[in-house]
Protein backbone atom coordinates (compact mmCIF):
# COMPACT_ATOMS: atom_id res chain seq x y z
CA UNK A 1 0.00 0.00 0.00
CA UNK A 2 1.09 3.43 -0.74
CA UNK A 3 2.97 5.15 2.58
CA UNK A 4 0.30 7.20 4.09
CA UNK A 5 2.86 9.97 4.54
CA UNK A 6 2.82 11.24 0.78
CA UNK A 7 0.47 13.80 -0.27
CA UNK A 8 -0.21 14.97 -3.39
CA UNK A 9 1.39 18.57 -1.71
CA UNK A 10 4.28 16.73 -0.34
CA UNK A 11 5.01 15.41 -3.84
CA UNK A 12 4.86 18.45 -5.60
CA UNK A 13 7.17 19.66 -3.33
CA UNK A 14 9.47 16.83 -3.83
CA UNK A 15 9.62 17.53 -7.78
CA UNK A 16 10.22 21.96 -7.29
CA UNK A 17 13.71 22.11 -9.02
CA UNK A 18 13.91 19.44 -11.67
CA UNK A 19 12.06 18.23 -14.79
CA UNK A 20 9.02 17.76 -13.39
CA UNK A 21 8.05 21.07 -12.78
CA UNK A 22 10.34 22.39 -15.37
CA UNK A 23 8.00 20.88 -17.91
CA UNK A 24 4.83 21.81 -15.96
CA UNK A 25 3.27 18.99 -14.30
CA UNK A 26 1.45 18.15 -11.10
CA UNK A 27 0.45 15.64 -9.07
CA UNK A 28 -3.04 15.20 -8.62
CA UNK A 29 -4.09 12.32 -6.39
CA UNK A 30 -3.23 9.28 -5.07
CA UNK A 31 -4.48 6.27 -3.94
CA UNK A 32 -4.27 2.51 -2.54
CA UNK A 33 -2.32 1.71 -5.67
CA UNK A 34 -2.49 4.59 -8.16
CA UNK A 35 -1.10 8.14 -8.45
CA UNK A 36 -2.17 10.51 -10.92
CA UNK A 37 -0.70 13.53 -12.23
CA UNK A 38 -1.75 16.09 -15.24
CA UNK A 39 0.30 17.94 -17.42
CA UNK A 40 0.49 20.98 -20.13
CA UNK A 41 0.54 20.92 -23.63
CA UNK A 42 2.22 24.13 -24.58
CA UNK A 43 5.95 25.01 -25.65
CA UNK A 44 7.35 23.34 -22.61
CA UNK A 45 6.12 19.81 -23.97
CA UNK A 46 5.37 19.46 -27.53
CA UNK A 47 7.56 19.26 -30.84
CA UNK A 48 7.95 21.25 -33.53
CA UNK A 49 4.53 20.66 -35.26
CA UNK A 50 2.72 22.14 -31.66
CA UNK A 51 1.87 18.14 -30.69
CA UNK A 52 2.49 16.87 -27.33
CA UNK A 53 5.77 15.31 -27.31
CA UNK A 54 5.84 11.34 -27.26
CA UNK A 55 8.99 11.98 -25.24
CA UNK A 56 6.39 14.25 -22.65
CA UNK A 57 4.40 11.37 -22.19
CA UNK A 58 7.29 9.07 -21.49
CA UNK A 59 7.72 11.18 -18.73
CA UNK A 60 4.85 11.34 -17.62
CA UNK A 61 4.51 7.96 -17.29
CA UNK A 62 8.12 7.44 -15.67
CA UNK A 63 7.56 9.92 -13.57
CA UNK A 64 4.09 8.14 -12.23
CA UNK A 65 5.78 5.27 -12.04
CA UNK A 66 8.54 5.60 -10.52
CA UNK A 67 7.03 8.11 -7.75
CA UNK A 68 4.55 5.46 -7.27
CA UNK A 69 6.88 2.57 -6.61
CA UNK A 70 8.62 5.26 -4.28
CA UNK A 71 6.02 5.82 -2.13
CA UNK A 72 5.51 1.62 -1.73
CA UNK A 73 8.93 1.06 -0.21
CA UNK A 74 10.57 1.68 3.09
CA UNK A 75 12.84 4.58 1.61
CA UNK A 76 15.27 3.82 4.33
CA UNK A 77 15.86 0.53 3.56
CA UNK A 78 15.55 0.95 -0.39
CA UNK A 79 16.17 2.88 -3.35
CA UNK A 80 13.61 2.37 -6.56
CA UNK A 81 15.34 2.86 -10.02
CA UNK A 82 13.27 3.07 -13.71
CA UNK A 83 14.29 -0.19 -15.43
CA UNK A 84 12.35 -0.47 -19.01
CA UNK A 85 9.42 1.67 -20.27
CA UNK A 86 7.66 1.26 -23.28
CA UNK A 87 4.71 3.70 -24.58
CA UNK A 88 2.10 3.64 -27.55
CA UNK A 89 1.10 7.08 -28.83
CA UNK A 90 -2.63 6.89 -29.69
CA UNK A 91 -3.55 10.23 -30.44
CA UNK A 92 -2.28 13.33 -30.76
CA UNK A 93 -2.85 16.44 -27.89
CA UNK A 94 -2.72 20.13 -29.60
CA UNK A 95 -3.31 22.17 -26.15
CA UNK A 96 -4.83 22.26 -22.77
CA UNK A 97 -3.50 19.18 -20.38
CA UNK A 98 -3.30 15.93 -20.53
CA UNK A 99 -4.10 13.57 -17.47
CA UNK A 100 -1.95 10.43 -16.39
CA UNK A 101 -2.61 7.82 -14.16
CA UNK A 102 -0.36 5.14 -12.99
CA UNK A 103 -1.50 1.67 -11.60
CA UNK A 104 0.48 -0.96 -10.19
CA UNK A 105 0.40 -3.81 -11.89
CA UNK A 106 2.60 -6.21 -10.14
CA UNK A 107 4.58 -5.05 -6.52
CA UNK A 108 6.77 -8.10 -6.18
CA UNK A 109 10.04 -7.79 -3.56
CA UNK A 110 12.40 -6.75 -6.41
CA UNK A 111 10.31 -5.56 -9.02
CA UNK A 112 7.26 -3.27 -9.33
CA UNK A 113 5.43 -3.11 -12.95
CA UNK A 114 3.34 -0.04 -13.75
CA UNK A 115 0.55 0.91 -16.11
CA UNK A 116 -0.34 4.08 -16.92
CA UNK A 117 -2.52 5.65 -18.87
CA UNK A 118 -2.19 9.21 -20.30
CA UNK A 119 -5.91 10.78 -21.69
CA UNK A 120 -6.82 13.87 -22.81
CA UNK A 121 -9.53 17.19 -21.92
CA UNK A 122 -12.17 14.08 -23.63
CA UNK A 123 -10.57 11.27 -21.63
CA UNK A 124 -9.78 10.12 -24.54
CA UNK A 125 -6.64 7.49 -24.26
CA UNK A 126 -3.81 9.25 -26.56
CA UNK A 127 -1.09 7.09 -24.80
CA UNK A 128 -0.72 4.08 -22.85
CA UNK A 129 2.60 3.02 -21.23
CA UNK A 130 4.35 -0.05 -18.75
CA UNK A 131 7.19 1.28 -16.60
CA UNK A 132 9.36 -1.86 -14.98
CA UNK A 133 11.53 -0.45 -11.64
CA UNK A 134 13.54 -2.40 -9.92
CA UNK A 135 13.65 -1.64 -5.82
CA UNK A 136 16.93 -2.28 -4.12
CA UNK A 137 18.33 -2.40 -0.92
CA UNK A 138 20.50 0.33 0.24
CA UNK A 139 23.72 -0.07 0.48
CA UNK A 140 24.20 -2.94 -1.10
CA UNK B 1 18.98 8.78 -47.26
CA UNK B 2 18.39 12.04 -45.02
CA UNK B 3 17.71 14.77 -47.26
CA UNK B 4 20.30 17.13 -47.86
CA UNK B 5 18.49 20.01 -47.40
CA UNK B 6 18.56 19.34 -43.67
CA UNK B 7 21.64 20.43 -41.22
CA UNK B 8 22.29 20.47 -37.70
CA UNK B 9 21.62 24.52 -38.05
CA UNK B 10 18.10 24.15 -39.59
CA UNK B 11 17.12 21.21 -37.17
CA UNK B 12 17.56 23.37 -34.08
CA UNK B 13 15.69 26.21 -35.62
CA UNK B 14 12.86 24.18 -36.06
CA UNK B 15 13.02 22.56 -32.38
CA UNK B 16 13.46 26.26 -31.47
CA UNK B 17 10.55 27.05 -29.60
CA UNK B 18 9.47 23.55 -28.16
CA UNK B 19 10.10 20.89 -25.35
CA UNK B 20 13.47 19.88 -27.44
CA UNK B 21 15.09 23.59 -26.35
CA UNK B 22 12.94 24.04 -23.45
CA UNK B 23 14.94 20.81 -21.95
CA UNK B 24 18.51 22.40 -22.94
CA UNK B 25 18.42 19.69 -26.45
CA UNK B 26 21.35 20.77 -29.67
CA UNK B 27 21.67 18.38 -32.70
CA UNK B 28 25.18 18.02 -33.27
CA UNK B 29 25.43 15.38 -36.26
CA UNK B 30 23.68 14.18 -39.28
CA UNK B 31 24.69 11.80 -41.53
CA UNK B 32 23.31 9.11 -44.25
CA UNK B 33 21.32 6.77 -42.03
CA UNK B 34 21.87 8.48 -38.33
CA UNK B 35 21.02 11.76 -36.30
CA UNK B 36 22.88 13.09 -33.49
CA UNK B 37 22.03 15.16 -30.52
CA UNK B 38 23.28 16.26 -27.07
CA UNK B 39 21.02 17.26 -23.72
CA UNK B 40 22.23 18.48 -20.43
CA UNK B 41 22.15 16.80 -17.06
CA UNK B 42 20.01 19.54 -14.67
CA UNK B 43 17.31 21.26 -13.09
CA UNK B 44 15.72 20.50 -16.45
CA UNK B 45 16.03 17.31 -17.13
CA UNK B 46 16.94 15.36 -13.81
CA UNK B 47 14.04 13.85 -11.20
CA UNK B 48 14.25 15.00 -7.19
CA UNK B 49 17.17 12.67 -6.54
CA UNK B 50 19.63 14.73 -8.76
CA UNK B 51 19.76 12.25 -11.51
CA UNK B 52 18.82 12.41 -15.15
CA UNK B 53 15.17 11.25 -15.73
CA UNK B 54 14.41 8.42 -17.84
CA UNK B 55 11.88 10.19 -19.26
CA UNK B 56 14.36 12.81 -20.76
CA UNK B 57 16.32 10.36 -22.35
CA UNK B 58 13.09 9.24 -23.98
CA UNK B 59 12.61 12.58 -24.92
CA UNK B 60 15.88 12.64 -26.84
CA UNK B 61 15.45 9.21 -28.21
CA UNK B 62 11.81 10.08 -29.54
CA UNK B 63 13.21 13.40 -30.64
CA UNK B 64 16.12 11.84 -32.98
CA UNK B 65 14.08 9.14 -34.36
CA UNK B 66 11.15 11.13 -35.32
CA UNK B 67 13.20 13.68 -36.37
CA UNK B 68 15.06 11.58 -38.07
CA UNK B 69 12.54 10.29 -40.34
CA UNK B 70 11.00 13.60 -40.90
CA UNK B 71 14.43 14.60 -43.09
CA UNK B 72 13.89 10.68 -44.82
CA UNK B 73 10.63 11.25 -46.28
CA UNK B 74 9.24 13.73 -49.19
CA UNK B 75 7.47 15.99 -46.47
CA UNK B 76 5.36 17.40 -49.01
CA UNK B 77 3.64 13.68 -49.30
CA UNK B 78 4.16 12.61 -46.28
CA UNK B 79 4.20 12.86 -42.01
CA UNK B 80 5.70 11.39 -40.15
CA UNK B 81 4.84 10.11 -36.47
CA UNK B 82 5.84 8.01 -33.33
CA UNK B 83 4.03 4.89 -32.88
CA UNK B 84 6.09 2.95 -30.32
CA UNK B 85 9.16 3.74 -28.07
CA UNK B 86 10.74 1.91 -25.53
CA UNK B 87 13.66 1.92 -23.59
CA UNK B 88 15.92 0.55 -21.14
CA UNK B 89 17.96 2.30 -18.33
CA UNK B 90 21.43 0.88 -18.11
CA UNK B 91 23.16 3.62 -15.70
CA UNK B 92 22.34 6.96 -14.13
CA UNK B 93 24.40 10.28 -15.25
CA UNK B 94 23.99 13.33 -12.81
CA UNK B 95 26.09 16.31 -14.37
CA UNK B 96 27.28 17.37 -17.42
CA UNK B 97 26.26 16.31 -20.69
CA UNK B 98 24.36 12.55 -22.34
CA UNK B 99 25.00 12.18 -26.06
CA UNK B 100 22.40 10.73 -28.20
CA UNK B 101 22.72 8.64 -31.63
CA UNK B 102 20.37 7.13 -33.72
CA UNK B 103 20.51 4.65 -36.44
CA UNK B 104 17.53 3.54 -38.84
CA UNK B 105 17.62 -0.43 -38.63
CA UNK B 106 14.60 -0.36 -40.62
CA UNK B 107 13.43 2.51 -43.82
CA UNK B 108 10.07 1.04 -45.01
CA UNK B 109 7.37 3.05 -47.14
CA UNK B 110 5.09 2.55 -44.40
CA UNK B 111 6.98 2.51 -40.91
CA UNK B 112 10.82 3.20 -39.91
CA UNK B 113 12.21 1.71 -36.83
CA UNK B 114 15.19 3.79 -35.47
CA UNK B 115 17.98 2.21 -33.00
CA UNK B 116 18.88 4.79 -30.39
CA UNK B 117 22.07 4.45 -27.75
CA UNK B 118 22.66 7.37 -24.95
CA UNK B 119 26.12 7.42 -23.84
CA UNK B 120 27.69 9.80 -21.10
CA UNK B 121 30.50 11.95 -21.16
CA UNK B 122 32.36 8.30 -20.77
CA UNK B 123 30.85 7.24 -23.80
CA UNK B 124 29.90 4.35 -21.35
CA UNK B 125 25.80 3.49 -22.80
CA UNK B 126 23.70 4.76 -20.39
CA UNK B 127 20.36 4.03 -22.48
CA UNK B 128 19.00 2.30 -25.59
CA UNK B 129 15.84 2.56 -27.31
CA UNK B 130 13.76 2.01 -29.85
CA UNK B 131 11.37 4.04 -32.12
CA UNK B 132 8.57 3.02 -34.42
CA UNK B 133 7.58 5.69 -36.74
CA UNK B 134 4.36 5.76 -38.95
CA UNK B 135 4.84 7.34 -42.20
CA UNK B 136 1.57 8.38 -43.17
CA UNK B 137 0.35 10.14 -46.96
CA UNK B 138 -0.67 13.83 -46.33
CA UNK B 139 -4.20 13.94 -46.73
CA UNK B 140 -5.31 10.63 -46.17
CA UNK C 1 -16.43 -4.72 -34.00
CA UNK C 2 -14.93 -8.33 -34.58
CA UNK C 3 -15.96 -9.69 -37.95
CA UNK C 4 -19.40 -12.33 -36.88
CA UNK C 5 -18.43 -14.46 -38.67
CA UNK C 6 -15.76 -15.74 -36.81
CA UNK C 7 -16.51 -18.35 -34.11
CA UNK C 8 -13.98 -19.90 -31.77
CA UNK C 9 -14.67 -23.35 -34.24
CA UNK C 10 -13.16 -21.09 -37.38
CA UNK C 11 -10.67 -19.51 -35.79
CA UNK C 12 -8.79 -22.95 -34.47
CA UNK C 13 -9.19 -24.59 -37.72
CA UNK C 14 -7.65 -21.66 -39.13
CA UNK C 15 -4.56 -22.12 -37.08
CA UNK C 16 -4.45 -26.37 -37.59
CA UNK C 17 -1.54 -26.98 -38.63
CA UNK C 18 1.09 -24.71 -37.43
CA UNK C 19 2.66 -23.20 -34.21
CA UNK C 20 -0.55 -22.58 -32.13
CA UNK C 21 -1.65 -26.19 -32.26
CA UNK C 22 1.86 -27.45 -32.43
CA UNK C 23 2.06 -25.96 -29.46
CA UNK C 24 -1.52 -26.75 -28.04
CA UNK C 25 -2.91 -23.39 -28.26
CA UNK C 26 -6.65 -23.10 -28.44
CA UNK C 27 -8.90 -20.14 -29.01
CA UNK C 28 -12.01 -20.64 -26.05
CA UNK C 29 -14.28 -17.25 -26.65
CA UNK C 30 -14.58 -14.27 -29.22
CA UNK C 31 -16.67 -10.91 -27.89
CA UNK C 32 -16.62 -7.52 -29.60
CA UNK C 33 -13.59 -6.23 -28.84
CA UNK C 34 -12.16 -9.09 -27.38
CA UNK C 35 -10.58 -12.76 -28.14
CA UNK C 36 -9.59 -15.50 -25.38
CA UNK C 37 -6.98 -18.52 -25.92
CA UNK C 38 -5.76 -21.21 -23.52
CA UNK C 39 -2.67 -22.59 -23.75
CA UNK C 40 -0.87 -26.06 -21.65
CA UNK C 41 2.00 -25.62 -19.45
CA UNK C 42 4.21 -28.35 -20.44
CA UNK C 43 7.00 -30.12 -23.20
CA UNK C 44 5.55 -28.20 -25.52
CA UNK C 45 5.93 -24.38 -24.20
CA UNK C 46 8.75 -24.87 -21.30
CA UNK C 47 11.97 -24.15 -21.08
CA UNK C 48 14.25 -26.15 -19.59
CA UNK C 49 13.63 -26.15 -16.16
CA UNK C 50 10.20 -26.47 -16.22
CA UNK C 51 8.49 -23.66 -16.37
CA UNK C 52 6.38 -21.53 -18.97
CA UNK C 53 8.82 -20.32 -21.42
CA UNK C 54 8.56 -16.32 -22.00
CA UNK C 55 8.65 -16.79 -25.25
CA UNK C 56 5.50 -18.93 -25.22
CA UNK C 57 3.53 -16.16 -23.37
CA UNK C 58 4.65 -14.29 -26.59
CA UNK C 59 3.63 -16.59 -28.97
CA UNK C 60 0.13 -16.70 -27.10
CA UNK C 61 0.12 -12.94 -26.85
CA UNK C 62 0.86 -12.26 -30.48
CA UNK C 63 -1.72 -15.26 -31.83
CA UNK C 64 -4.85 -13.39 -29.68
CA UNK C 65 -3.86 -9.47 -31.27
CA UNK C 66 -3.27 -10.30 -34.80
CA UNK C 67 -5.91 -12.71 -35.25
CA UNK C 68 -8.12 -10.41 -33.17
CA UNK C 69 -6.74 -7.82 -35.54
CA UNK C 70 -7.91 -10.10 -38.42
CA UNK C 71 -11.22 -10.45 -37.07
CA UNK C 72 -11.98 -6.53 -37.30
CA UNK C 73 -10.79 -5.86 -40.51
CA UNK C 74 -12.67 -6.46 -44.68
CA UNK C 75 -10.23 -9.18 -45.36
CA UNK C 76 -10.89 -9.01 -48.97
CA UNK C 77 -9.23 -5.44 -48.77
CA UNK C 78 -6.89 -5.64 -45.89
CA UNK C 79 -4.22 -8.02 -44.14
CA UNK C 80 -2.83 -7.42 -40.96
CA UNK C 81 0.74 -7.41 -39.81
CA UNK C 82 2.49 -7.40 -36.49
CA UNK C 83 4.92 -4.74 -36.10
CA UNK C 84 5.62 -4.40 -32.37
CA UNK C 85 4.95 -6.80 -29.41
CA UNK C 86 6.14 -5.79 -25.58
CA UNK C 87 5.60 -8.30 -22.81
CA UNK C 88 6.42 -8.59 -18.69
CA UNK C 89 6.92 -11.84 -17.36
CA UNK C 90 5.43 -11.29 -14.12
CA UNK C 91 5.27 -14.76 -12.31
CA UNK C 92 5.70 -18.49 -13.35
CA UNK C 93 3.59 -21.45 -14.66
CA UNK C 94 4.27 -24.86 -14.28
CA UNK C 95 1.78 -26.79 -15.31
CA UNK C 96 -2.11 -26.89 -16.11
CA UNK C 97 -3.59 -24.05 -18.63
CA UNK C 98 -2.42 -20.30 -18.91
CA UNK C 99 -5.18 -18.26 -20.14
CA UNK C 100 -4.93 -15.61 -22.27
CA UNK C 101 -7.23 -12.28 -23.33
CA UNK C 102 -6.89 -9.87 -25.95
CA UNK C 103 -8.59 -6.94 -25.68
CA UNK C 104 -8.70 -3.63 -28.29
CA UNK C 105 -7.14 -0.67 -26.98
CA UNK C 106 -6.94 1.24 -29.98
CA UNK C 107 -8.67 0.50 -33.14
CA UNK C 108 -7.27 2.94 -35.93
CA UNK C 109 -7.72 2.70 -39.57
CA UNK C 110 -3.91 2.15 -39.92
CA UNK C 111 -2.92 0.70 -36.44
CA UNK C 112 -4.06 -1.37 -33.97
CA UNK C 113 -3.33 -1.95 -30.29
CA UNK C 114 -3.91 -4.13 -28.26
CA UNK C 115 -3.90 -5.10 -24.45
CA UNK C 116 -3.32 -8.80 -23.75
CA UNK C 117 -3.34 -10.22 -20.37
CA UNK C 118 -2.31 -13.62 -19.40
CA UNK C 119 -3.49 -15.32 -16.33
CA UNK C 120 -2.89 -18.72 -13.92
CA UNK C 121 -5.07 -21.68 -13.32
CA UNK C 122 -5.93 -19.32 -10.38
CA UNK C 123 -6.70 -16.22 -12.26
CA UNK C 124 -3.12 -14.42 -10.97
CA UNK C 125 -1.74 -12.48 -13.86
CA UNK C 126 1.61 -14.24 -15.48
CA UNK C 127 2.23 -11.59 -18.21
CA UNK C 128 1.07 -8.86 -19.50
CA UNK C 129 1.76 -7.73 -23.40
CA UNK C 130 1.15 -5.12 -26.29
CA UNK C 131 1.02 -6.06 -29.61
CA UNK C 132 1.19 -3.14 -32.42
CA UNK C 133 -1.07 -4.53 -35.47
CA UNK C 134 -0.29 -2.61 -38.93
CA UNK C 135 -3.40 -2.83 -41.21
CA UNK C 136 -2.60 -2.38 -44.68
CA UNK C 137 -4.12 -2.51 -48.10
CA UNK C 138 -3.98 -5.61 -50.01
CA UNK C 139 -2.03 -5.19 -53.36
CA UNK C 140 -0.67 -1.91 -52.24
CA UNK D 1 32.24 -13.87 -19.77
CA UNK D 2 30.42 -16.66 -20.93
CA UNK D 3 31.01 -19.56 -18.81
CA UNK D 4 33.86 -21.80 -20.44
CA UNK D 5 32.20 -25.13 -19.61
CA UNK D 6 29.59 -24.09 -21.49
CA UNK D 7 29.16 -25.37 -25.21
CA UNK D 8 26.79 -25.78 -28.13
CA UNK D 9 25.75 -29.40 -27.45
CA UNK D 10 25.68 -28.80 -23.93
CA UNK D 11 23.30 -25.81 -24.35
CA UNK D 12 20.89 -28.21 -27.27
CA UNK D 13 21.42 -30.97 -24.55
CA UNK D 14 19.93 -28.72 -21.92
CA UNK D 15 16.84 -28.04 -23.77
CA UNK D 16 16.61 -31.01 -25.57
CA UNK D 17 12.40 -32.12 -24.36
CA UNK D 18 10.93 -29.03 -24.33
CA UNK D 19 10.06 -25.84 -25.94
CA UNK D 20 12.86 -25.20 -27.71
CA UNK D 21 13.55 -28.55 -29.43
CA UNK D 22 9.72 -29.28 -29.97
CA UNK D 23 9.70 -26.10 -32.50
CA UNK D 24 13.17 -27.37 -34.23
CA UNK D 25 15.55 -24.37 -32.39
CA UNK D 26 18.87 -25.33 -32.21
CA UNK D 27 22.02 -23.61 -30.65
CA UNK D 28 24.83 -22.92 -32.94
CA UNK D 29 27.71 -20.66 -31.71
CA UNK D 30 29.04 -19.45 -28.34
CA UNK D 31 31.04 -16.56 -27.71
CA UNK D 32 32.93 -13.84 -24.87
CA UNK D 33 29.65 -12.33 -25.17
CA UNK D 34 27.17 -13.83 -27.55
CA UNK D 35 25.03 -16.49 -28.68
CA UNK D 36 23.38 -17.83 -31.68
CA UNK D 37 21.16 -20.06 -32.78
CA UNK D 38 18.64 -21.13 -35.77
CA UNK D 39 14.91 -22.34 -35.72
CA UNK D 40 13.43 -23.74 -38.64
CA UNK D 41 10.03 -21.74 -40.52
CA UNK D 42 8.14 -24.61 -40.71
CA UNK D 43 4.66 -25.78 -39.66
CA UNK D 44 5.92 -25.19 -36.29
CA UNK D 45 7.08 -21.82 -36.79
CA UNK D 46 4.99 -20.20 -38.79
CA UNK D 47 1.03 -18.44 -38.45
CA UNK D 48 -2.48 -19.46 -40.58
CA UNK D 49 -0.75 -17.69 -43.64
CA UNK D 50 2.34 -19.75 -44.08
CA UNK D 51 4.85 -16.81 -42.63
CA UNK D 52 7.01 -17.09 -39.84
CA UNK D 53 5.00 -16.64 -36.44
CA UNK D 54 6.37 -13.42 -34.66
CA UNK D 55 6.08 -15.30 -30.99
CA UNK D 56 8.27 -17.89 -33.06
CA UNK D 57 11.02 -14.81 -32.95
CA UNK D 58 10.03 -14.33 -29.72
CA UNK D 59 10.98 -17.53 -28.42
CA UNK D 60 14.28 -17.35 -30.68
CA UNK D 61 15.18 -14.32 -28.88
CA UNK D 62 14.19 -14.87 -25.10
CA UNK D 63 15.88 -18.04 -25.56
CA UNK D 64 19.36 -16.47 -26.64
CA UNK D 65 18.87 -14.05 -24.07
CA UNK D 66 18.08 -15.80 -20.80
CA UNK D 67 20.51 -18.90 -21.60
CA UNK D 68 23.16 -16.14 -22.52
CA UNK D 69 22.20 -14.82 -19.25
CA UNK D 70 22.40 -18.42 -17.58
CA UNK D 71 25.65 -19.13 -18.99
CA UNK D 72 27.43 -15.88 -17.46
CA UNK D 73 26.21 -16.02 -13.94
CA UNK D 74 27.18 -18.94 -11.23
CA UNK D 75 24.95 -21.03 -11.40
CA UNK D 76 25.10 -22.29 -7.62
CA UNK D 77 24.76 -19.16 -6.38
CA UNK D 78 22.33 -17.19 -8.85
CA UNK D 79 19.03 -18.01 -11.22
CA UNK D 80 17.87 -16.33 -14.47
CA UNK D 81 14.58 -15.08 -15.24
CA UNK D 82 13.36 -12.74 -17.99
CA UNK D 83 11.48 -9.75 -16.81
CA UNK D 84 10.80 -7.99 -19.91
CA UNK D 85 11.23 -8.43 -23.67
CA UNK D 86 9.88 -6.43 -26.60
CA UNK D 87 10.10 -7.00 -30.53
CA UNK D 88 10.07 -4.98 -33.49
CA UNK D 89 8.82 -7.63 -36.66
CA UNK D 90 10.67 -5.95 -39.53
CA UNK D 91 10.19 -8.53 -42.42
CA UNK D 92 8.67 -11.73 -43.34
CA UNK D 93 10.50 -15.05 -43.86
CA UNK D 94 8.72 -18.69 -45.55
CA UNK D 95 11.16 -20.92 -45.40
CA UNK D 96 14.67 -22.34 -44.90
CA UNK D 97 15.90 -21.21 -41.51
CA UNK D 98 16.03 -17.80 -39.72
CA UNK D 99 19.40 -16.82 -37.41
CA UNK D 100 19.11 -15.68 -33.77
CA UNK D 101 22.45 -13.73 -32.21
CA UNK D 102 22.51 -12.25 -28.93
CA UNK D 103 24.82 -9.91 -27.65
CA UNK D 104 24.61 -8.60 -24.23
CA UNK D 105 24.34 -4.69 -24.02
CA UNK D 106 24.98 -4.72 -19.85
CA UNK D 107 25.80 -7.12 -17.57
CA UNK D 108 24.91 -5.91 -14.33
CA UNK D 109 24.81 -7.49 -11.21
CA UNK D 110 20.95 -7.57 -10.71
CA UNK D 111 20.21 -7.23 -14.52
CA UNK D 112 21.40 -8.29 -17.58
CA UNK D 113 19.75 -6.38 -20.91
CA UNK D 114 20.55 -8.27 -23.97
CA UNK D 115 20.39 -7.43 -27.76
CA UNK D 116 19.02 -9.68 -29.75
CA UNK D 117 19.27 -9.78 -33.70
CA UNK D 118 17.11 -12.50 -36.27
CA UNK D 119 18.14 -12.71 -39.80
CA UNK D 120 17.10 -14.68 -42.69
CA UNK D 121 18.94 -16.89 -45.31
CA UNK D 122 20.26 -13.70 -47.43
CA UNK D 123 21.37 -12.67 -44.12
CA UNK D 124 18.58 -9.58 -43.84
CA UNK D 125 17.42 -8.08 -40.54
CA UNK D 126 13.50 -9.81 -39.86
CA UNK D 127 12.86 -9.17 -36.40
CA UNK D 128 14.97 -7.40 -33.60
CA UNK D 129 14.52 -7.88 -29.78
CA UNK D 130 15.96 -6.56 -26.31
CA UNK D 131 15.19 -8.95 -23.00
CA UNK D 132 15.62 -7.25 -20.21
CA UNK D 133 16.68 -10.51 -17.53
CA UNK D 134 16.88 -10.30 -13.65
CA UNK D 135 19.94 -12.29 -12.04
CA UNK D 136 18.38 -13.70 -8.51
CA UNK D 137 20.42 -14.96 -5.30
CA UNK D 138 19.25 -18.88 -4.91
CA UNK D 139 17.24 -19.60 -2.29
CA UNK D 140 16.44 -15.48 -1.56
New interface residues.
Given amino acids: MINPKYTVESLNQ??A????S??GMEFTEIGEDFLCAKMPVD??????F?LL????S??????LG?VGSLCYVDEEKYSV??????????R?AKSGFVYGKATL??G?K??H?W?IKITNEEGK?IC?S?L?V?V?PKGA
Same sequence: chains 1, 2, 3, 4.
Avoid: F, W, Y
Fill in positions: LGNNMGHIHRTTQPGHGGACVLAETSVGVEINANHLSLHGKLVDLIRTAL
